[in-house]
Every structure is written in structure tokens, then in C-alpha cells.
């Protein structure tokens, strides 16, 4: 089954700096990759997602990338603020059952 | 759109009894649900993928028989604990997959679970 890793498990960084979260798949027949924002308590919301036939996507101050052939993508976000403030999660997905298999997620702390 | 609702929020039983959980997809319609598990600073843990229709698929060591899953409609799939016992307590998060974008996933608001 798929295998999916992340890093780093926590994440402090100063308000207006930058954040990057790290994942790994092991599934070559994955072929979508959303990632998910969790706050304490709640359900996870999508934030972003791409597909295996994209590098590259951006939403504002989030963006993703992809590398299929490494089965790497990675989670960026700019300017960050006190509200980004939550656990992340990705996730790959998208093969035969459509099942996801989620990361171990990523603590992150935006400090005023 | 793409509302996915989950009953109850938050139960509290005793050791030994069965425990249901709802999820319904309320404004689209999806043959394909998920439930996962998730335990306190931890990650979800996918527990089975519910069809409609259709007898529901385990992920490895998931026991099928104390985790009874029924998707009887295309809005609603239904989670019953069996015989739950302390170390079931979790919280159980479903998802629901939207036929209309293939791979979304959109999650319910989960229910805590304590088994006394």
C-alpha cells in the first residue's frame, strides 16, 4: 500500500516569513495530492491540491509542487500569518479505490 | 457546497455497547465514503472505504466485524463500533468523495468517541 512521510512534524516560523512542508510517497500509481489544514478539534479543510500531470500550482500565498519522478511534493506558504496557524496534512492518493493515505502531519506555529 | 455532515458529535458510552455514527453527504451525492480514525496529535488513519451498495473494503488490520460499515444510500454511510471497549475511544472522522470532481474529498466534523 501507499506509504506517505512527512516533515517536519513542528514548525515555528516568524509572521511574514515562510513555511515549507516536506512529503514522500511510495506509490508510483498515486496521481493526486491534496494537502489539508486541521485546526484543534475541527475537520480537515482542503487548502490546496495538484495532479500528477502538474508541477506546480499556486493559490495565493500557498503553493505546491510536485516531483513524480522523485515522489516528492512539498507545501509552501508566503507572508504567513498568526490564523495559518494549525496542523497540516498531506496526502496521496487517487489510485484504483480512490483512497487517501495522509501524512503524519505538520505542526505549525506562526509567531506575532 | 460539498457539506458533509456527521451524527452525534460527541458520544460517551459504557464498555461493551454499540455505538453508530452517520455521515451524510448533504448537498452532493457520493458513492464512495471513507472513515478514519484519528488519535490525539496524530494523523488519519483510514479505517475502510464505504461503496454504496456494495460490502465495504478494510485497510489492514481494521477488523471488520467490531467496525460494521453500511453505505445504504448515495447521502448517507453509517459506522457501528461493536462491543466497544476504553482503547476504541478515538475520534472518527468520515469523508465523502464528489462524484462531480473525482478525487475531492470533503470531510465531516468527526465524533469523539469515549468508551468508559
Known amino acids: 500500500g501507499e506509504n506517505v512521510e512527512q516533515h517536519p512534524s513542528t514548525l515555528s516560523v516568524q509572521e511574514g516569513d515562510s513555511a515549507v512542508i516536506k512529503c514522500t510517497y511510495s506509490?508510483?500509481?498515486?496521481?493526486?495530492f491534496p494537502w489539508y489544514k486541521q485546526e484543534l478539534g475541527k475537520r480537515p479543510q482542503l487548502i490546496i491540491d495538484?495532479?500528477?500531470?502538474?508541477g506546480e500550482k499556486k493559490d495565493q500565498r500557498i503553493a505546491v509542487t510536485l516531483n513524480k519522478t522523485a515522489k516528492h511534493f512539498s507545501l509552501h506558504i508566503t507572508e504567513t500569518q498568526p490564523e495559518d496557524s494549525a496542523v497540516y496534512f498531506c496526502?496521496?492518493?487517487?489510485?484504483?479505490?480512490?483512497?487517501?493515505?495522509f501524512g503524519t502531519g505538520t505542526s505549525l506555529t506562526v509567531i506575532p | 457546497g460539498a457539506v458533509v455532515s456527521q451524527h452525534p458529535s460527541r458520544v460517551i458510552c459504557k464498555s461493551g455497547t454499540s455505538v453508530k455514527i452517520e455521515c451524510r453527504s448533504l448537498?452532493?451525492?457520493?458513492?464512495?465514503m471513507f472513515w478514519y480514525r484519528q488519535f490525539p496529535k496524530q494523523s488519519l488513519m483510514l479505517m475502510a472505504t464505504?461503496?454504496?451498495?456494495?460490502?465495504?473494503?478494510?485497510e489492514q488490520g481494521v477488523e471488520k466485524d467490531k467496525f460494521l460499515i453500511n453505505h445504504a444510500s448515495l447521502t448517507l454511510s453509517t459506522l457501528t463500533v461493536t462491543s466497544a471497549h476504553p482503547e476504541d475511544s478515538s475520534f472518527y472522522i468520515c469523508?465523502?468523495?464528489?462524484?462531480?470532481?473525482?478525487?475531492?474529498?470533503?470531510f465531516g466534523p468527526g465524533t469523539r468517541l469515549t468508551v468508559l
Open positions: 469523508s465523502a468523495r464528489d462524484l462531480g470532481r473525482t478525487d475531492t474529498q470533503y
Open positions: 448537498d452532493f451525492q457520493a458513492t464512495t
Open positions: 496526502a496521496a492518493g487517487g489510485g484504483a479505490g480512490n483512497q487517501f493515505y
Open positions: 495538484i495532479r500528477s500531470n502538474v
Open positions: 464505504s461503496n454504496e451498495g456494495s460490502k465495504a473494503t478494510y
Open positions: 506509490d508510483s500509481a498515486s496521481n493526486y
